[in-house]
């Protein structure tokens, strides 16, 4: 990493800008909080990146010690890339990011990624707190696990595992409800949305972001 640029400068800012400051380095770190990824994986999610560059990202967060490979068993000689601690630390930074650059965001754009992933990491900017629970979002192609507990909310991109509330839906109609375009009793009733589990705890789940049922 010392044959990188570098802002030269004795100042906490500046030392931590000489490792994530690079273009994509902090949105590979976003999308690696939701849990472990393959190459191609990050290059489906990242548009614009190159395959290049994004292999030299990787190489270079490894090497910074932000990030490591692993060998998963499946699918066979599947690589995956994960944070390591130093990577995680980063995550109230990414949050708070987020939340500064939510004031630049009024309507997406018509070249503009919608992911529904992302769209629940956001989520934990919103979370109110106080809950212990874990919350299963089942959409056709994808699974999320959100797990709340009293003082933050992981999100994973990844199947719950002893979900105590499920949610079943397209990914537009999940957004719509956590992004309060939609109610739940609305959705419930016309069949878009199906519920399961700790039925009752669904109202207590979307006050914690300042919904009502």
Not at 48 to 56: H, P, R, S, V
Not at 62 to 71: S, Y
Not at 91 to 119: F, H, K, Q, T, Y
Request: proline letters at 5%.
């Amino acid at each position: 990493m010392n044959k990188r640029r570098s802002y030269q400068q004795f100042c906490g800012v500046a030392r931590a800008l000489d490792l994530v400051g690079e273009r994509w380095t902090l949105l590979i770190i976003r999308n690696l909080l939701l849990g472990p990824r393959r190459y191609t994986d990050l290059l489906a999610e990242l548009p614009g990146i190159t395959t290049n560059l994004l292999a030299k990202r990787l190489q270079e967060m490894e090497a910074a010690g932000l990030l490591a490979k692993h060998d998963r068993r499946r699918p066979a000689g599947a690589v995956v890339y994960a944070l390591t601690p130093a990577g995680e630390a980063l995550d109230p930074v990414i949050n708070e990011l987020g939340r500064w650059g939510g004031r630049l965001m009024d309507r997406p754009r018509p070249s503009d990624r919608i992911d529904l992933a992302l769209g629940l990491l956001s989520l934990r900017r919103r979370y109110r707190g106080g809950l212990n629970l874990t919350l299963g979002v089942a959409a056709p192609t994808r699974s999320f696990s959100l797990r709340f507990e009293p003082e933050r909310l992981v999100v994973r991109d990844q199947p719950a595992e002893h979900a105590d509330l499920t949610l079943t839906a397209d990914e537009p109609i999940v957004g719509a409800l956590f992004m309060g375009q939609a109610d739940a009793g609305t959705l419930v009733g016309s069949g878009k949305l199906r519920v399961g589990g700790a039925t009752e705890r669904l109202g207590e789940v979307l006050a914690a972001f300042g919904l009502s049922k």
